[in-house]
Structure formats: C-alpha cells, structure tokens
C-alpha cells in the first residue's frame, strides 16, 4: 500500500526536492537535492566570486545591490504569491515580510562604507610614534542556513550584510520553502550576472551539514535551539565561527498605566501574526492587576475576530500540529483556563487562535516554544514581578513593554536582544538595529552596524610616523628610558578619580 503525502511535508524523489502548500497540498516546486560533492563544488565557485565580488569596491557593490532591491520591489507580488504557495502565508503576510527584507537589503548596502571602510584611530602613549588604521575585511564565503517561516526576510538579513561586507554567499533555504530560496539567488543572478555571488543549495538537514563542513568561512543560521546546537557542533570541527538566531519565548509586559486597547491589539499581533510562527512572536504576557481583566477581555475581543485560512494560515510544519496540541493539553491539565480557543483548537492543518490564563508557570506553555498562534495571559502585581517572570526562561529573544511612565526602564531590565515598546516585531522592520539574542536563543547579531560587523573581519595596521622618543618596544631601550616611562604612566594614569 502507498502511504499518503502529509501536505505541506518536503519529498525527494528521483533526486528531486518537491515543496508542497501545507494547506492545500498542491505542487509549489521542485529543484535538485545537492549532495556533497555539489555543496562543496558551490563553496569552491564562490570562493572565486567572492574575490571578484570584493574587488568591485564599495560602491560597485552598492549598485548592484540596490538594483536586486529595486527588482524586488518591482516583483514583490510575484515573491510574495510564491511565499503563499509554498509556507500557505496569507499573500498580504508575504508582501509584509518582502518590505522589511527591502529596508534591510538597502540599509546595507547604503551603510556598508561608513561602517567598515578604512580609518584611521587615536594613537596611544606607548606606541605614540605609530598612526593606528583600523578595516573590515570579508571572510570570503559565508554560508547562510535560512528557516522556513520567514523564508524572504530572514535569510535576506544575513545574506545583505555579507554580501554589503564583500563575501560571496551560499544559501541553503529550509527544505520547506525551496522555492523562495531559488527565486532569491535566480534574480540576483539576473542583476549580477558576472559570477555565481550568490548560490543557493537544497536538501535535507544532511546538507546543511555538508554546508558547514565545506570549507565556508562563516555559517549564519536561523531555526531552532535544537538544530542550532548540531550546526555549532558540525561548524566546531573546523573552527568555523558562526551567529545563531534560535529560538524564543518572547513576552510582553503590560504595566498599570498602559493603553490598554493598543497592548491587546498589538499582543494579538505579535501572537498571531503567521499563525504565530515567529521566532520573536509573543507568546507570554504579563498583565499588572490593575488593567489585568480589561486586557484579558480585549485580546479575547480582538483575536475572536481572526478567521481561521484566511488572517491565520497554516501550520507549514506538520509536526508542529502535535507540539501545538501537547502544549493546550498541558495548560489544560495543570489548571489553566482557554477564554479563546482550547482543545479543539487543532484541526489540521490549521490552528485557531487560542488564549490560556492561569497557566501555571511549569507548563510547557510558559516555558517552551509552541510556534502557533496561542498566548498565555499572567496576573502579575506589578512591574517587578512581571520583569523576574519574563526573565525566567532560557530564552531570550526578544520582548515587548506596554506603559508610559516606566516603560523603557522596564525595557531595559528584560534579558533579551530586542525589546518594543508600545509595540510588537517593530524592532524587525528597522534596518539600523541589530536583531539577535541571548541564552538559548543564540549569539550574534545580524542587521544594522553590528549586523554588518559580523561578516567582516577587523584588521589592525600601525604605521610608524617618526622615532621613538619613548623606546618602549626594543632591546635598544636603556633604564633612564624605562623610568621614563614609568614616569609618565604614573603622570597620566596614577591619578585617582
């Protein structure tokens, strides 16, 4: 008997990877499965490329860049209806999700210069005869091993920087939303047409694997802790260094003089928002007592609105369905109530929008990522205690604040990479902020000046300007010269503050 295709679930056959729409089953795509051999012929090219690429020079760079952004844009609605047939997005979700990979692609390439081109830094008193010149050389070949639930935005952001820094790329897409990843590398191509800059292979986890080992210089990753773990390891036989953006737990806190409307709205999108498939997606919220009940009823409000295949896609990861499933048993089972949504929430390959309260702080709801458009709500007396409940993970993603008086403080104090206040994801769609966490939620950063900083090596030069008045590095020194020294440190520095 042949066994049925779980829709949406990746198939190779006769060397073929066929990505399917996880809601409807139909056909997104095949390309071919990369063995070994190619992975490691693609590295090899790029090395090539990487060198013709650097050579462009800053702004050679720059020009080509932004004219793959400005092909995007003008074939947004073509990526973004391929984003729906592939993951099962919403089409508006897709376009969304294109428009902040074109603000970090051009903040890139418009900052790339400024950021890591040559310049010169202040001298020191040891070395006073020297000028200091400080650059950022390009690793060469970076491998970017990119998700399935943003397949536009997230590789996008690693792959801009290295790509603005001077290094050529290889991208393996998740082997959910090949597609997307072939579509990304094919019009590069087309405004790029030189050298294979930017090369794209498919597979399995096996040949993400293969990625790390074939000779690349960086690997930028983004998926679960999990799997994060196994890329480090694979990346740790070679010294391979590598940024990880794992996963999350993020959690909004709600204080006593928030704008109670405005936190619920933007908890349900940052809830729900791709069925709640986002790695910086809230998925906890702590609520002072005080606007605790009007929260509560607001979000319920509010998420009851969302219809089920069309504001809230599928679940593109069939084994996600029974993760989803195990947490809303667990809340249930410990004590906490479903006002939205509950155990019948699951119906593949869809979940509707389900809100927990009285979850206790033990349950996998509190404690690991669920990936699905559900939201537990916590009492909490005031903002300290919210500030200690949402640091109690080993994520630590991003976050969100909703107040006025406190709210940056609060901000502030919550272990996390990124945090919005009086918003959700907002940090997302800003090209000069670095995106990246902490714990078990990775290292790293990619976006804005650090982002950049990532994909590029920093060279020391110094540069003698004249004789050495104080002979610090030589065997020619003399005693009088050592108290000279010694002197002048005490001079300098010996003061206290």
């Not at 950049?452 to 010269?481: C, D, H």
Request: glycine share 12%; charged share 20%; proline share 6%.
């Amino acid at each position: 008997m042949t066994a049925t295709h779980v829709p949406g679930l990746p198939r190779v056959e006769d060397g073929q990877l066929i990505s399917t729409n996880p809601a409807t089953g139909e056909e997104a795509g095949r390309v071919p499965v990369a063995d070994e051999t190619a992975v490691t012929d693609a590295v090899t090219r790029a090395r090539a490329a990487g060198l013709w690429w650097q050579g462009l020079g800053w702004e050679g760079r720059k020009t080509r860049l932004l004219r793959w952004r400005s092909l995007i844009v003008h074939r947004i609605d073509e990526l973004a209806a391929l984003t729906h047939s592939e993951s099962g997005k919403p089409v508006t979700d897709g376009l969304m999700e294109a428009a902040a990979a074109i603000e970090h692609l051009d903040w890139a390439a418009r900052n790339a210069k400024r950021v890591l081109g040559p310049r010169r830094v202040r001298t020191r008193l040891l070395v006073a005869e020297h000028t200091g010149h400080l650059e950022y050389q390009p690793y060469g070949v970076v491998g970017v091993i990119g998700p399935w639930n943003y397949p536009i935005l997230t590789p996008v952001g690693p792959i801009s920087g290295a790509l603005a820094a001077g290094n050529a790329v290889v991208l393996k897409p998740s082997e959910y939303t090949p597609m997307v990843g072939q579509w990304l590398a094919d019009t590069f191509a087309e405004v790029v047409p030189e050298h294979p800059v930017l090369q794209v292979v498919h597979g399995l986890g096996d040949v993400g694997g293969a990625l790390c080992r074939a000779g690349v210089h960086k690997i930028a990753f983004t998926g679960s802790t999990a799997t994060a773990k196994r890329v480090m390891a694979a990346c740790a036989e070679n010294l391979v260094p590598v940024v990880l953006e794992a996963g999350g737990k993020d959690a909004l806190i709600v204080d006593a003089d928030a704008d109670v409307a405005a936190a619920a709205d933007a908890a349900v999108w940052g809830a729900m928002t791709n069925a709640g498939q986002t790695c910086v997606g809230i998925e906890r919220v702590y609520a002072v007592a005080p606007v605790y009940d009007r929260f509560v009823e607001a979000v319920v409000a509010k998420a009851a609105t969302l219809r089920t295949g069309e504001e809230i896609g599928p679940i593109t990861m069939p084994k996600q369905l029974g993760i989803i499933r195990e947490h809303i048993e667990d809340a249930l089972a410990k004590g906490g109530r479903a006002v939205l949504g509950g155990a019948d929430a699951v119906q593949a390959p869809y979940v509707s929008p389900t809100v927990f309260v009285d979850v206790p702080a033990d349950a996998a709801a509190q404690r690991e990522e669920t990936f699905g458009p559900t939201l537990t709500i916590t009492k909490v007396a005031d903002a300290d205690e919210a500030v200690t409940r949402a640091n109690d993970s080993p994520y630590g993603l991003g976050g969100a604040v909703f107040g006025k008086r406190d709210a940056i403080r609060i901000a502030r104090r919550l272990r996390s990479g990124m945090v919005a206040v009086n918003g959700t994801l907002t940090f997302v769609g800003m090209g000069n902020l670095p995106f990246g966490g902490v714990g078990e939620s990775g290292f790293g950063r990619i976006h804005g000046e650090d982002g950049l900083r990532e994909f590029a090596r920093a060279k020391s030069i110094t540069v003698r300007r004249g004789p050495s008045l104080l002979p610090a590095m030589t065997f020619e020194r003399t005693p009088a010269q050592v108290r000279q020294i010694v002197k002048a440190l005490r001079l300098l520095y010996g003061r206290k503050p």
